[in-house]
């Protein structure tokens, strides 16, 4: 009787679902990357350096605070 409650009650919601072509998968892989990456490194004492290594491996453009200028 309560999976028949939760059906009526998420009706919308399911329709919304079942009718999209929009999937959280891209998202779900970037959690899984992120986490692989802290289980690799067995935690980062500076966390600068994971945020480092995240945008190493998404290939995002690392901006430093204090860039060096000749």
Same mark, same amino acid.
Do not use: A, L
């Given at each position: 009787?309560?999976?028949i409650k939760s059906f009526i009650k998420n009706r919308q919601l !399911? $329709?919304?679902?079942?009718?999209?072509r929009l999937s959280n998968g891209p998202v779900e892989g970037v959690n899984r990357k992120i986490k692989? !990456? $802290?289980r690799t490194a067995y935690g980062y004492k500076?966390?600068?350096n994971f945020i480092y290594r995240i945008q190493i491996e998404f290939k995002i453009k690392i901006e430093k605070k204090n860039p060096i200028r000749k």
């Open positions: 009787m309560t999976n !399911i $329709k919304n679902m079942t009718t999209g692989q !990456i $802290k500076n966390w600068q």
